[in-house]
């Protein structure tokens, strides 16, 4: 009797040591799937890290025209508080936009969600054609559908247009565009001596410290990031560093 009661506890150690082995099975495989997802779409954002920072716009209605033009500022931040890295756009005194969101995924590649200066929100998905990003809105109510196409001209300049068909329509028409310039001076020239962001890789323009090393963020996104663990961000530059090296010597 001793013996069928040892065999059945030991049955049930066995059963419960494979549960658990299960489920950490599990979560681990999940943990490492959802880092490789966050770390796929950071890739793929980062071709946007030439827009990271502040913006004087000008809006207008017809290009070369200040009919209907207006000011505007606008702000391009990494945003890291989800598990899923994003890009924040906010924008002051514009009449088109307030603030979006751009994220990543395999499905839907950029997807831009949008909220206008009527407060009222649109969902843009697209991806990239040549150096423009191109976002487009499923079809409204009324059937138009609206169209986001951000262009980097340059370190110093950038464009956004804003563009909708008509009532089911195919063909897309000009609604406004707004012109950037950079806020401010970078501290880099372009094309050589860049200060590099020690979290995305984007030209840097704030410095921060840890153990007496000073180092370089692109944004209020990228220096939270870092205050939240200069330690391992510092090992993950210093690491794509490494890498970077090898592929040039190869």
Same mark, same amino acid.
């Given at each position: 009797?001793? /013996? ?6 030991? %049955?049930?150690?066995? &059963?419960?040591?494979? @549960? &658990?082995?299960?489920?950490? @099975? ?8 959802? #880092? ?14 030439? =827009? ?16 209907g033009a207006w000011r505007q500022t606008g702000e391009f931040v990494w945003d890291f508080s989800k598990k899923t890295p994003a890009v924040k756009y906010v924008v002051n005194d514009g009449q088109l936009t307030e603030s979006? %969101? ?11 969600? %949008?909220?206008?200066? /009527? ?13 423009? =990003?191109? =976002?487009?809105? !499923? ?9 986001? #196409?951000?262009? !980097? ?13 008509? @009532? ?9 565009? &707004?012109?950037?310039?950079? @806020? ?5 020239? !372009? ?38 663990? !200069? ?20």
């Amino acid at each position: 009797m001793k /013996k069928m009661k040892r065999q059945k506890s030991n %049955l049930r150690t066995v &059963v419960c040591f494979s @549960a &658990v082995a299960m489920l950490a @099975a599990t979560w681990n495989f999940s943990f490492s799937d959802e #880092t490789v997802q966050a770390n796929v779409a950071r890739e793929s954002l980062e071709r946007l890290n030439g =827009l990271i920072g502040e913006w004087r716009g000008t809006g207008q209605v017809r290009r070369g025209s200040t009919r209907g033009a207006w000011r505007q500022t606008g702000e391009f931040v990494w945003d890291f508080s989800k598990k899923t890295p994003a890009v924040k756009y906010v924008v002051n005194d514009g009449q088109l936009t307030e603030s979006g %969101l751009i994220t990543w995924d395999e499905n839907d590649k950029y997807r831009l969600e %949008l909220v206008d200066s /009527k407060q009222q929100s649109k969902v843009y998905t697209g991806d990239w054609d040549d150096k423009r =990003l191109s =976002l487009t809105s !499923p079809a409204d109510d009324e059937g138009v559908r609206y169209r986001i #196409t951000i262009t !980097p001209l340059n370190e110093k300049r950038s464009l956004v247009l804003h563009e909708k068909t008509s @009532a089911g329509g195919a063909s897309f028409f000009r609604i406004a565009e &707004v012109g950037y310039t950079r @806020a401010g001076t970078r501290l880099a020239i !372009p094309g050589g001596g860049k200060r590099e962001c020690v979290v995305t890789g984007g030209t840097a323009q704030t410095a921060v410290t840890f153990e007496g090393e000073t180092y370089y963020v692109c944004c209020s996104g990228c220096k939270q990031a870092f205050d939240d663990d !200069p330690a391992g961000t510092i090992a993950d530059f210093k690491a794509r560093l490494k890498e970077r090296a090898k592929k040039f010597n190869e």
